[in-house]
């Protein structure tokens, strides 16, 4: 694993020694009625749980399946543990973590109120990808995991073994991405171990996430209205099937940079030296929700958008792209969707890796952090992605694509 240099991660470097984090390989069953599987009822998966459990109530960090992606946890009632999770991924102290329950009833005991709105959301998608941003009690949970704010971020995961561990726990978890800070989200075990191996008390191992990306986080504003502060795994469209179009704030001030615009205002990019930086917006703005403020998910190659008018421009623009970088040095890569490729030469970049169809958007949202990992194994330096339109999961794959890219996007015309 590349060891990173900066101090904040060495804090939590346990001895040099890897293998110090406990690894806990779990048995699941193939469901059909769900992504997840179910949990074997087998004594050493019993074991499992019981032992990460403990763990976490002793101010430890265990990494953990959901359906949307592993996350990294510690009792978020407790700052030791919390500030812990912080070291070990490298983030940034004002970016919030999301709180995750096994039981709705949990909510009492975390939040003064649930606007009517936020709780037929809840009713409808928990457990599933969703995270509601409420009013926090005070004194409850560390002021690390809210970030100093007056608000906090819930969810109840849809995955047997989150429930499991968070039950055994009795605790609520505070749970970002099982990832160094700014890398593409963790979607099996093995990228938790590529990543954290060693700086964090223990990882279970529960196969691969359904979804692949992380939960849609919303706030319900006095009036009513649902503001998406993150795209993800429940659309858009599925929240106006619940609430009604007209509830879903259109483009509230403080999410400007989701959607549409966000590909429409942001920078263009055709050269690996204009490296991305570190915030995407006003330092000044405090975000209510994971992911709004930093560049997240990059691979370690330079990654450009390619947009265009058609398939076609944008394939003849990105296969020119690859051709002068390749003769650059660089080491190139592609991503791409299935029915593209017979638009591209042959072998148009050392890396060719595809998300699936675009009329399956699950697929590409399953597989897309892990196709932004296998360029770095690939040793990519030099990579272009399709855009794809902003429907469905569509949003979610885009919002996460630009936050890979740093915002850098190419026009194809």
């Known amino acids: 694993m590349n060891e990173p240099h900066d101090p904040l991660f060495a804090v939590q470097r346990r001895s040099g020694n890897r293998n110090e984090t406990v690894y806990w390989e779990l048995d699941l069953l193939e ?13 050493e998966n019993k074991l499992a749980i019981v032992e990460a459990a403990a763990m976490l109530r002793e101010g430890g ?19 030791a543990a919390v500030e812990a999770v912080f070291a070990a991924k490298g983030r940034p102290s004002d970016n919030p973590l999301i709180v995750h329950i096994a039981d709705p009833g949990a909510l009492d005991e975390l939040v003064t109120e ?14 599933g990808p969703l995270t509601v941003v409420l009013p926090v009690r005070e004194g409850v949970l560390s002021p690390c995991v809210t970030a100093g704010l007056d608000t906090v971020g819930v969810r109840m995961p849809d995955h047997p073994v989150a429930l499991a561990l968070i039950s055994a726990a009795g605790c609520p978890v505070a749970a970002p991405s099982a990832n160094r800070s700014g890398r593409p989200s963790p979607t099996l075990a093995s990228h938790v171990m590529e990543d954290l ?13 359904g979804v692949g990306l992380e939960s849609t986080v919303v706030q319900v504003q006095p009036d009513g209205k649902v503001a ?25 001030a403080v999410v400007k940079e989701f959607g549409a615009s966000a590909a429409a205002e942001a920078p263009v990019a055709t050269a690996p030296k204009e490296r991305h930086g570190a915030e995407t917006v006003s330092a000044s703005l405090a975000p209510r929700a994971p992911g709004m403020k930093y560049t997240h998910y990059a691979p ?13 421009r944008v394939a003849d623009e990105a296969a020119s792209l690859l051709q002068a970088a390749q ?20 072998d148009p970049a050392a890396c060719v890796l595809s998300l699936g169809s675009l009329s399956s958007p699950e697929e590409g949202a399953r597989s897309l952090y892990a196709a932004l990992r296998r360029f770095d194994e690939a040793g990519a330096t030099y990579i272009l992605a399709e855009a794809c339109p902003y429907t469905g999961l569509g949003v979610a794959i885009m919002n996460r694509l630009m936050k890979a890219a740093g915002g850098s996007v190419i026009d194809a015309g």
């Open 228 to 252: 998406v502060l993150r795209p993800g795994g429940i659309t858009l469209e599925q929240l106006a099937a619940v609430v009604g179009a007209e509830a879903i704030a259109a483009e509230p």
């Open 327 to 346: 003769l650059n040095g660089e080491v190139t890569g592609l991503l791409l969707f299935e029915e593209h490729k017979p638009l591209y030469p042959a």
């Open 197 to 209: 191996a060693g700086y964090i008390g223990g990882v279970l191992d529960g196969g691969a996430a």
């Open 114 to 127: 649930v606007h009517p709105t936020a709780a037929v959301l809840m009713d409808a998608y928990w457990p």
């Open 300 to 312: 370690r190659g330079w990654l450009g958008v390619v947009s265009g008018s058609s398939p076609q």
């Open 61 to 79: 960090t265990v990494a953990f399946p959901t359906e949307t992606v592993y996350g990294l946890g510690a009792d978020a009632r407790n700052t």
């Open 31 to 43: 469901d059909a009625a769900s992504d997840s599987g179910v949990l074997q009822s087998s004594e």
